[in-house]
């Protein structure tokens, strides 16, 4: 049974920092893309960082050169490092198993909330 959990989310200032994490288990983790992905309020799931397998990594402009997202093989886990939030990062953010077909595994989501 594939289970996909993050966690470290929670309430944060502008201008600081916050680390996600996601842990993933029933699946052979080194062997798949990674990605998180965050939908705000009223607002569709918006991609936010792809991993391969051997570490490279994708960002959408909107969080590059603030976000980096990094990998744990041997642990079967990714995180998600934020620098610099701003409001608009306020979401649930989503870890996703990229298996492809329709067969894709989400976690729950973790509240990121930036706000003064």
């Known amino acids: 049974q594939v289970q996909v959990a993050e966690s470290g989310g929670g309430l944060v200032q502008p201008g600081e920092s916050l680390q996600l994490s996601c842990a993933a288990s029933?699946?052979?983790?080194?062997?798949?893309?990674m990605n998180w992905y965050r939908q705000a309020p009223g607002k569709q799931r918006e991609w936010v960082a792809t991993?391969?397998?051997?570490?490279?990594?994708n960002y959408p402009d909107s969080v590059k050169g603030r976000f980096t997202i990094s990998r744990d093989n041997a642990k079967n886990t990714v995180s998600l490092q934020m620098n610099s939030l701003k409001p608009e990062d306020t979401a649930v953010y989503y870890c996703?198993?990229?298996?492809?077909?329709?067969?894709?595994?989400w976690g729950q989501g973790t509240q990121v909330t930036v706000s003064s």
């Open positions: 029933g699946i052979h983790f080194s062997t798949y893309y």
């Open positions: 991993i391969s397998p051997v570490g490279s990594a």
């Open positions: 996703k198993v990229q298996v492809g077909g329709g067969y894709d595994y």
